[in-house]
C-alpha cells in the first residue's frame, strides 16, 4: 500500500499584507509615573468580550509575603501620559491605551506591542487567566516574562529518493526550541511555559502554526511538492529563510539557459490601498522577480528537470535597499515592521515636490518603477521634464524646435502653448498622463509663445524680432548660421544713419531733398532684408514723395510687380496728382466707387493699385487672393486698433513686404504702434498681452524709463521719424501744398445738385448779361464753395446735409501735428470755423477764435502766441488777413482757397513773417471734381491775373467769359 502523506493547507498569513504598512502610524506619545504607594503591574490577556490580545495598566497592594493583594485597581494610561516627556514612555502609555479596550486588527498592532513590551517603567507581566475569574484577582494572575527576544527560525527543504522532506528549525536568543514546546498566542507570540517572546517578524507566527500543524515536518513527491511550492512555499519565502539543501548552485550553461547570465534589474511597483500607496521593490533575476525585502531564494531547473539554485547579488540588493531608505525619512523607520514594501500617505507620495526628484533619482540608477499611473485619480507623468531647444534659420523667421520631454513621451508644442495660456504647470501628454512643467521653464515657455507664433511644430520668430534671440537662448542653443545672421543683423542695424545710398531713380520726375534721400535709402535697406518699415516723418516733409521714389526703384530692381496703395478716401485726388506729378511712367488703378471691378486679374496691368480703409473692409475677400509686390499704407494710425475689423483686413492681405506711412505712430498712448508695426513685421512685438504688460503699462501708465529704452531698441531699425525741427536745414522757409478731400455720397449729392442749378442759369444767360451782373454769378459760385466745406453753411433746408469731407481732414491733420506744432486755420466763412470749434470742443483741443467781431484783438493774439495748452488759432480770413504776427504756428491751412492768391498769402504771412524762426508748412485744402479744383486751373491758365497780387476780385471777375464760368461748373467725369 501506498504511503500516505498527511494533508497540508495554502500558506495563509492572518495578518493582512495590506494593512501592515501602517504598522508604525499608530504609535501615540505616552508619559510615565505611577504612584510609588502601590505597585502597578501589566495584565495581559484576553479581552473580556472579544478574542483579542489585552494589556492593563492595574494599581494594587501587596501582602506581608509579598503577594498582589486587592483591590485591583485598572489604571487610565491617558492620564499618566501627562506626567512625562520621554517618548519611549508616551509610546509605552499608548499602547496600553490601544489594547485595554477594543480595537480593529491592523499593522500598527506590531508597533503597539514592540513599545509596550520595551516597558520602559519595568513593570512586572501578569497573565490573567479569565477561566479562574472574568474579574482580575491574585488567584487568576500568573506572572510571566513578556521580551522581544532575537529569534531565528528557518525552513529546510531536502530530497531523497525523489521525496522532498520540509521541516523547521526555531532557535531564541541562540537556543534550540522544537516546536511542540512553543504555542502562538495572539498571532503575536510564542509561549514557552511563562515566557511570551513577541516575535518581530510578524509573518512568522503563522508560519509556526503551520509546521506545529503538520508536526514540524512534511514529506511530499515531487508532483505534490510542485502544488506546494506554488501555493504555500512561494508565499512563506518571502517572509521567513527557505533552504533548499539538495539544490546544487547553477553552472554557467544552466545560469545562460534560463538568462540569469544577464545584469538584474531592479524593479520598484506601486501599490495603492486605501489612502497608502506601497513601494514594493523587487530585482528580476533572469524571468524570475524576487522581493528584494526578503530572503526568498532564487532557484529553477534547466530543461533536463535538473534543479538548481541562484545567488542573490547581495552586493547589488544592499545598495538598492540603501537608495531606497535615502528617498524618505519614513523608509528608514519602516524596516523595523519586517514588510517587504516601504508606504507612504498618497497625499505625501504625490507630491510634486518629492516624487519627481525621487522618481528621477531612482530612473538615474536603473530602478525601472511601475504603476503609478494605475494609482487612481493620478494623470500625471512620473518623469520630470527635459528640455532641449535648437534655433535654426528659415527663409524669414528664425525656427525654435521646443523639445520637451517626460521620459519617453514629448509633449507637443501646441499642447505646452495651451498649459501657458491657461497658466498651469501640467501638459497633456499623448498617453493622457500630464506632465509637470518646471516652473523656471513655465515662464521662459511664456516668453517664447509670447515672441514668437506657433507654426505645427515649431515656434517661428520674425528676423525682424533678431535682437531677443540673444536674450530668450544660450549661445549653445543658436545654429552656427544663426550666430552668422545675428551678428550681420547688428551690424548692418546699428547705425542707420550709415546705410549706403540709393539709385535715385530715372523715372522720377522730382528732385529730393538730403533727408528725401535718406529717406528712399532707408526703404531701400529694409528691402534688401526683406524687413517691412514705418515712415513718420512730419506732415509736410514729403512721405509721398519718398515713397513714390521707392516704387520707381523697386521697379528697377526687379521684375514689374503691382503694388497696393490704401489710404483713406480723402488722400484718393492727393496720391492720384503726386502720382501723376512725380511718377507719371507709372500705370494706376484707382479700385473704389461703386463701378469698380472685382477681378483681381485687372491688376496685373497696373503698377499701382489705389483703394480705401472702407473699400479694403468690403473687398478683402478677393483682395486677399492676389499677391502685391508691396502693401502701402497711408496715415496708418487707421488701423492702430489691432481688435478693429481694418487691422484684420490689413492683415490678411498677401504681398512680399509692407510699408506703412503715418505723421503721428504715437496719438495717444505707447500701444498705438503694436498694431502697425506688427502689420508691417508680424510677431516683431509678441503677442498684445506680451506688449501690453512689457512695454504700454510702464511707459505709459509708470513712465519707465528702461521700458522705453528697450522698446526703442526694439523698434528703431524699422521705424523712420523726422521732425521738422530736425531736418529745418533742408527745408525752404515756406513749403505749400494742396490737400485734397473727397466728398462723401451725401455731400456729392447736395453739391452736383447746386451745380446742375449753377450750370442751368449760365445756359440761360448771355454773354452781356453776365459780364453785366458778375455778383449773380458770383452768388452761385459761393454757395458751391460753401457746399465744398459744408452744406450747413447754405441754410438750406432742401439741400440739407451735415457731412464734411474738409472737416473730417483738417481734423485728422490738426490731430496729427498740434501735439508738436501750433496750427493756424483760415476760412473765408465764419459759419465754417463755427463747424470746426466744435470739432475741436468735441476732441478736447483747446483753441483762439478771432473773426470780424472780435473786440479784444490783442488779447487773443497773445494768448494764442504765449499760452503752450492752445494749439489751433481759426481765423476768418479777412478779419486775420492783415495786421497780426502769429510767428508762434508753423502750420497753416486754408479751408476754402480763393481765386485771389494775394489774400491767401496775406493770411499765410501770419506766420510767415519776421520773427519766424521755424519753416513755415501751408497746407490747401481742395474738393476734387468741384469749383475749388476748376479756379486752381484757371488760375494756372489766367497767369497775369494769378501773379498780380492787387487785382481786385471783380476785374477777375470780369475777365471770364461764358465758357469760362461753364467749366469752372463742368464735372470732370461728366
Not at 547581495?314 to 538598492?320: H, Q, R, S, V, W
Not at 499611473?373 to 527663409?395: E, F, P
Request: aromatic residues 10%; hydrophobic residues 40%; contains cysteine.
Amino acid at each position: 500500500m501506498e504511503e500516505q502523506y498527511p494533508p497540508f493547507e495554502p500558506f495563509d498569513s492572518t495578518d493582512d499584507p495590506e494593512s501592515l504598512f501602517a504598522a508604525h502610524l499608530a504609535s501615540q506619545p505616552q508619559l510615565s509615573g505611577a504612584s510609588t504607594d502601590l505597585r502597578t503591574i501589566i495584565v495581559i490577556g484576553r479581552h473580556r468580550y472579544y478574542n483579542l490580545f489585552s494589556a492593563q495598566l492595574v494599581s494594587c497592594s501587596l501582602s506581608v509575603t509579598g503577594e498582589l493583594k486587592a483591590p485591583f485597581t485598572v489604571l487610565n494610561p491617558l492620564e499618566l501620559v501627562w506626567r512625562t516627556e520621554r517618548p519611549e514612555e508616551l509610546k509605552f502609555y499608548s499602547a496600553i491605551a490601544r489594547f485595554q479596550s477594543f480595537y480593529e486588527k491592523a499593522a500598527a498592532d506590531t508597533a503597539s506591542l514592540k513599545a509596550l513590551v520595551r516597558n520602559p517603567l519595568r513593570y512586572t507581566f501578569y497573565l490573567h487567566d479569565s477561566e479562574v475569574s472574568e474579574k482580575i484577582t491574585a488567584k487568576s494572575l500568573t506572572p510571566v516574562q513578556v521580551t522581544q527576544p532575537s529569534i531565528d527560525f528557518k525552513v529546510r527543504i531536502g530530497l531523497s529518493s525523489d521525496v522532498f522532506s520540509v521541516t523547521s528549525d526555531l532557535f531564541v536568543n541562540g537556543t534550540y526550541y522544537p516546536l511542540n514546546r512553543i504555542n502562538v498566542r495572539f498571532g503575536h507570540f510564542l509561549v514557552a511555559d511563562h515566557a511570551w517572546y513577541l516575535c518581530s517578524n510578524p509573518h512568522l507566527p503563522s508560519v509556526v502554526v503551520y509546521f506545529k500543524k503538520h508536526g514540524n515536518e512534511l514529506r511530499l513527491p515531487h508532483d505534490t511538492f510542485l502544488q506546494f511550492q506554488r501555493q504555500v512555499l512561494a508565499k512563506m519565502e518571502s517572509h521567513v529563510p527557505v533552504e533548499h539543501t539538495y539544490l546544487k548552485p547553477a553552472t554557467r550553461v544552466q545560469l545562460r539557459s534560463k538568462g540569469f547570465n544577464q545584469p538584474p534589474e531592479k524593479v520598484l511597483y506601486l501599490i495603492e490601498s486605501e489612502n497608502y500607496v506601497l513601494l514594493h521593490p523587487f530585482v528580476r533575476y533572469g524571468e524570475i522577480e524576487i522581493p528584494l525585502l526578503s530572503n526568498k531564494l532564487i532557484y529553477d531547473q534547466d530543461n533536463l528537470g535538473r534543479p538548481f539554485y541562484v545567488a542573490r547579488n547581495t552586493e547589488l540588493e544592499t545598495a538598492y535597499t540603501k537608495l531606497l531608505i535615502q528617498q524618505h525619512p519614513h523608509f528608514w523607520e519602516q524596516l523595523d515592521n519586517m514588510l517587504d514594501y516601504f508606504y507612504l500617505h498618497k497625499e505625501r507620495f504625490l507630491d510634486e515636490a518629492w516624487f519627481l526628484d525621487v522618481f528621477d533619482n531612482l530612473a538615474a540608477h536603473g530602478v525601472t518603477i511601475l504603476g503609478f499611473n494605475d494609482l487612481q485619480g493620478n494623470k500625471l507623468n512620473q518623469h520630470k521634464a527635459t528640455v532641449a531647444i535648437q534655433v535654426d534659420s528659415g527663409l524669414n523667421w528664425f525656427n525654435v524646435t521646443v523639445n520637451v520631454k517626460f521620459g519617453r513621451k514629448k509633449a507637443s508644442i501646441k499642447q505646452l502653448k495651451k498649459a501657458v495660456v491657461n497658466k498651469s504647470r501640467y501638459v497633456l501628454l499623448d498617453d493622457g498622463t500630464m506632465g509637470i512643467i518646471p516652473e523656471e521653464w513655465l515662464q521662459k515657455l511664456k516668453v517664447f509663445f509670447d515672441t514668437g507664433i506657433v507654426e505645427e511644430e515649431q515656434l517661428q520668430i520674425p528676423k525682424t524680432n533678431f535682437a531677443v534671440l540673444t536674450e530668450l537662448f544660450e549661445d549653445y542653443m543658436l545654429d552656427e548660421q544663426v550666430h552668422k545672421e545675428l551678428w550681420w543683423y547688428q551690424a548692418q542695424l546699428s547705425n542707420v544713419e550709415n546705410i549706403a545710398a540709393a539709385p535715385v531713380p530715372a523715372g522720377l520726375q522730382a528732385t529730393l531733398r538730403p533727408y528725401q534721400l535718406q529717406g528712399l535709402s532707408w526703404l531701400n535697406f529694409l528691402d534688401d532684408l526683406q524687413f517691412g518699415g514705418c515712415l513718420a516723418d512730419d506732415m509736410g516733409l514729403g512721405k509721398t514723395v519718398q515713397v513714390i521714389a521707392f516704387m520707381l526703384l523697386l521697379q528697377e530692381k526687379r521684375e514689374r510687380q503691382t503694388h497696393l496703395l490704401v489710404v483713406p478716401t480723402s488722400l484718393i485726388p492727393n496720391w492720384q496728382a503726386e502720382l501723376d506729378r512725380f511718377a507719371p511712367s507709372l500705370q494706376v488703378l484707382v479700385h473704389h466707387g461703386p463701378n469698380r471691378s472685382k477681378a483681381t486679374d485687372a491688376f496685373q496691368q497696373y503698377d499701382v493699385v489705389i483703394t480705401t480703409y472702407n473699400t479694403l473692409l468690403t473687398d478683402i475677400d478677393f483682395l486677399k487672393k492676389y499677391t502685391f509686390g508691396y502693401t502701402f499704407l497711408d496715415e496708418s494710425q487707421n488701423i492702430k486698433n489691432p481688435n478693429s475689423q481694418r487691422y484684420k483686413a490689413a492683415c490678411l492681405l498677401q504681398s512680399r513686404n509692407r510699408v506703412v506711412l503715418t505723421g503721428t505712430p504715437f496719438e495717444n498712448n505707447t500701444f498705438d504702434i503694436y498694431a502697425q508695426l506688427s502689420f508691417v513685421n508680424p510677431g516683431l512685438l509678441g503677442t498684445r498681452t506680451y506688449f501690453r504688460n512689457t512695454y504700454s503699462m510702464p511707459i505709459d501708465k509708470f513712465k519707465d524709463r528702461r521700458s522705453a529704452q528697450a522698446l526703442q531698441e526694439r523698434i528703431g531699425p524699422f521705424v523712420l521719424r523726422r521732425t521738422k525741427a530736425e531736418v529745418a536745414r533742408e527745408l525752404p522757409d515756406k513749403t505749400e501744398m494742396v490737400l485734397y478731400c473727397e466728398m462723401g455720397e451725401e455731400q456729392r449729392k447736395v453739391y452736383d445738385t447746386a451745380e446742375q442749378e449753377f450750370r442751368d442759369y449760365i445756359n440761360a444767360s448771355g454773354e452781356e448779361e453776365l459780364t453785366k451782373h458778375p455778383m449773380h454769378v458770383l452768388r452761385g459760385i459761393t454757395k458751391l464753395r460753401q457746399i465744398c466745406n459744408s452744406p450747413l453753411l447754405t441754410g438750406d433746408a432742401k439741400l440739407f446735409s451735415d457731412t464734411s469731407a474738409k472737416i473730417q481732414v483738417l481734423m485728422q491733420q490738426i490731430q496729427n501735428v498740434a501735439r508738436h506744432h501750433k496750427v493756424l486755420v483760415f476760412s473765408q466763412f465764419v459759419g465754417m470755423l463755427d463747424l470746426i470749434k466744435k470739432e475741436l470742443v468735441k476732441e478736447n483741443i483747446k483753441f483762439s477764435y478771432l473773426t470780424g467781431s472780435t473786440r479784444n484783438r490783442g488779447e487773443v493774439v497773445n494768448q494764442f502766441q504765449t499760452d503752450e495748452e492752445i494749439r489751433v488759432f481759426l481765423v476768418s480770413l479777412k478779419a486775420g488777413g492783415t495786421g497780426l504776427n502769429l510767428t508762434a504756428a508753423d502750420y497753416v491751412f486754408i479751408v476754402d482757397p480763393w481765386w485771389n492768391p494775394a489774400v491767401e498769402n496775406q493770411a499765410i504771412d501770419r506766420s510767415y513773417r519776421i520773427g519766424q524762426e521755424k519753416k513755415v508748412i501751408a497746407v490747401r485744402l481742395i474738393c476734387p471734381n468741384t469749383v475749388e479744383e476748376k479756379i486752381q486751373i484757371l488760375q494756372q491758365s489766367k497767369s497775369k491775373l494769378a501773379t498780380d497780387l492787387v487785382t481786385a476780385d471783380n476785374s477777375f471777375f470780369s475777365s471770364l467769359t461764358k465758357d469760362d464760368w461753364l467749366n469752372l461748373s463742368r464735372n470732370s467725369d461728366s
